[in-house]
């Protein structure tokens, strides 16, 4: 809980301080370093959320279908593995999306007229081939898009399927006092993505 709530403080962080700052100024624009880093930044929390989102809906699964064998499932060891690998990928993903951008030559070489940078701005600014930036999008954003949502909804499946076998009234109160704020959270998280 205490890495998806600094993931969702630095989430917002990385674009807000920018949009405020230009509310308030004429010059409305970003240079190519710090869109490189607002960029990379980006990536990563939001690609940490996601997959966050996925271990807190094991670690649900864990702790309602196998609620006698959860201290063992869910030990200290898998939750550090978990999150670091969580990380991993996170800052992997934003790394080689970056890396891929650096190769591109630009139509302008100091500033973007842009609060925020995302990839699909500046590979129209682009000069270069990028088909091979656009594949890297639209492969490694799928994986990173399916597997995550994919895992959330078989855990809650798995939990309605037990739900339904042992059919009570306090079973059913527990489980939705357990999962309910994770719910929301992945309906707003994946409803805004879709959304866009």
Request: hydrophobic fraction near 50%; glycine fraction near 6%.
């Amino acid at each position: 809980l205490s890495h998806l709530a600094f993931t969702d403080v630095s989430f917002s962080s990385v674009t807000v301080p920018k949009m405020l700052r230009d509310m308030h100024s004429k010059d409305k624009f970003i240079p190519y370093v710090g869109c490189f880093l607002q960029m990379y930044f980006f990536m990563v929390f939001g690609c940490l959320e996601s997959l966050l989102l996925v271990v807190m809906a094991y670690d649900r699964y864990a702790a309602i279908c196998h609620p006698l064998r959860y201290t063992t499932i869910m030990s200290e060891g898998l939750c550090v593995l978990l999150v670091a690998a969580s990380w991993l990928v996170s800052c992997g993903n934003a790394l080689f999306h970056i890396l891929l951008l650096a190769q591109i030559s630009f139509y302008t070489d100091e500033v973007i007229p842009h609060f925020f940078c995302d990839i699909p701005v500046l590979l129209k600014l682009s000069c270069s081939n990028t088909s091979v930036n656009e594949l890297a999008i639209f492969i490694v954003g799928t994986v990173l898009a399916i597997i995550p949502l994919s895992g959330i909804l078989i855990s809650y499946g798995r939990i309605g399927a037990s739900i339904l076998r042992v059919p009570s009234t306090t079973r059913l109160r527990k489980v939705l006092s357990t999962c309910g704020s994770h719910l929301s959270v992945v309906s707003l998280f994946y409803g805004t993505i879709i959304a866009l």
